[in-house]
T-cell receptor
Framework: KAGVTQTPRYLIKTRGQQVTLSCSPI?????VSWYQQTPGQGLQFLFE???????NKGNFPGRFSGRQFSNSRSEMNVSTLELGDSALYLC????????????FGPGTRLTVT | DQQVKQNSPSLSVQEGRISILNCDYT??????FLWYKKYPAEGPTFLIS?????DKNEDGRFTVFLNKSAKHLSLHIVPSQPGDSAVYFC?????????????FGRGTQLTVWP
C-alpha cells in the first residue's frame, strides 16, 4: 500500500501571500489530520477531516483552513502568510471510524520571507 | 498547556543496551497512547501504541509500558541499534469524537553509539 503523500515538499512564499498544501491519504483511510511542527512549539494539531467534514479543530487563527474531497484527499490553505507560519506542515491519515493510529506523510516545508 | 510531556530532551545509549524513553501526561481522559520515531526532514513514523485498558504492549524490539495511576508511559528498545538514533515522540488521544486529534510531547533525541 502506498503511504501518505504530500505536495509540494518545499515551498517559499512571501509575507501576505496565501498557500495551499495537498495531502493524499493511504488508500481506504477516511480521516486526515493536519499538524504544524516548529522548533518552538513542537507538533501542534491544526484540524481533522473525516468524510469531508471537519471533525476537530485546534487553536489556530481563521487564516488556517482546510477541506476534504470525496476521495479523502485533503488540502489546507493559509491566507495572509506571516513570518511565523514558517514550519513543517504534516498530514496524517487513519483508517476507519475508531482507528487512532495515524500515519504521517513526509511533510511540506514552508518558508515565509 | 502541554498535556503530554517528555522531560528528557536527549538520551545516549550504547549499541546492544536497553533504551528507555519516558513520557508523562496530565489528562486522565486520554484513552490511547502512541510512540513515533522521526528523522530530520521526514514525517513521524508510527512505532507502537497501547490502549488505556492495557499496561503493556510488545512489538519486536519495542515494548511500551503504561502506568495509569502515575500517568506515565515508557518505551523500551532492546537491543538498541545505531539505526534507532532519531527523535522519539510520545502522543496521546482522548478517543471518541476527538479520536483524530493527537497531543504530542516535545520529543526525546535518542543517540545509539557503537
Amino acid at each position: 500500500k502506498a503511504g501518505v503523500t504530500q505536495t509540494p515538499r518545499y515551498l517559499i512564499k512571501t509575507r501576505g501571500q496565501q498557500v495551499t498544501l495537498s495531502c493524499s491519504p493511504i488508500s481506504g483511510h477516511r480521516s486526515v489530520s493536519w499538524y504544524q511542527q516548529t522548533p518552538g512549539q513542537g507538533l501542534q494539531f491544526l484540524f481533522e477531516y473525516f468524510s469531508e467534514t471537519q471533525r476537530n479543530k485546534g487553536n489556530f487563527p481563521g487564516r488556517f483552513s482546510g477541506r476534504q474531497f470525496s476521495n479523502s484527499r485533503s488540502e489546507m490553505n493559509v491566507s495572509t502568510l506571516e513570518l511565523g507560519d514558517s514550519a513543517l506542515y504534516l498530514c496524517a491519515s487513519s483508517g476507519g471510524l475508531a482507528s487512532y493510529e495515524q500515519y504521517f506523510g513526509p511533510g511540506t516545508r514552508l518558508t515565509v520571507t | 498547556d502541554q498535556q503530554v510531556k517528555q522531560n528528557s530532551p536527549s538520551l545516549s545509549v550504547q549499541e546492544g543496551r536497553i533504551s528507555i524513553l519516558n513520557c508523562d501526561y496530565t489528562n486522565s481522559m486520554f484513552d490511547y497512547f502512541l510512540w513515533y520515531k522521526k528523522y530530520p526532514a521526514e514525517g513521524p513514523t508510527f512505532l507502537i501504541s497501547i490502549s488505556s485498558i492495557k499496561d503493556k504492549n510488545e512489538d519486536g524490539r519495542f515494548t511500551v509500558f503504561l502506568n495509569k495511576s502515575a500517568k506515565h508511559l515508557s518505551l523500551h528498545i532492546v537491543p538498541s541499534q545505531p539505526g534507532d538514533s532519531a527523535v522519539y515522540f510520545c502522543a496521546a488521544s482522548r478517543g471518541g469524537s476527538t479520536l483524530g486529534r493527537l497531543y504530542f510531547g516535545r520529543g526525546t533525541q535518542l543517540t545509539v553509539w557503537p
